[in-house]
């Protein structure tokens, strides 16, 4: 069967509250399986070497670590359908890496996919620091949403007996 999903943990492990959207991911997978339909994809950035799996897809669900102005450890619920430059919403820039082939992306694919992107508010737009505490405390709630994502677009979720989320940020 070919993916009609792709899962997309989107951040760079080895930069403080960034890594949390691999991590969500990873867990994601830890916490359950999902039918032939979905495809996972872990990356510090979307790049134009990533197009074709965009393109090839119907919907793209995007795990990351997000600055809009909310309390830290927030999740945010952010949606595009893809209808064309002209229409709102227009995902906006919410972090330094990655975004903005997805801002574009209806100039490069064609339909282009639904669009949901799912995003912790970081404790600092600053990557470099010591992670935020919330944002580590957020990452069940990322991936329970994303499980609820994922159960909303038709996938099947088969929870393992015992799922385990663990995160590495504090």
Not at 72 to 77: F, I, Q
């Amino acid at each position: 069967m070919t993916p009609t999903t792709l899962v997309v943990g989107l951040g760079d492990p080895a930069r403080a509250d960034d890594a949390l959207g691999p991590l969500a991911l990873a867990a994601l997978s830890r916490a359950g399986r999902t039918n032939a339909g979905v495809a996972w994809l872990d990356t510090p950035a979307l790049t134009a070497r990533d197009l074709p799996v965009l393109g090839a897809v119907r919907r793209v669900l995007v795990l990351t670590t997000v600055h809009v102005g909310g309390r830290p450890g927030a999740v945010h619920r952010l949606t595009w359908q893809g209808e064309g430059p002209g229409l709102a919403p227009r995902l906006p820039l919410l972090r330094a890496h990655g975004v903005e082939l997805l801002r574009t992306l209806h100039y490069w694919v064609d339909p282009p996919p639904e669009l949901v992107l799912l995003g912790v508010e970081t404790g600092s737009p600053a990557e470099d620091g010591p992670p935020h505490p919330a944002v580590g405390r957020a990452l069940p709630a990322l991936v329970a949403a994303a499980m609820h994502q994922l159960r909303e677009w038709g996938h099947e979720l088969a929870l393992h007996p015992r799922p385990s989320i663990r995160s590495t940020l504090p």
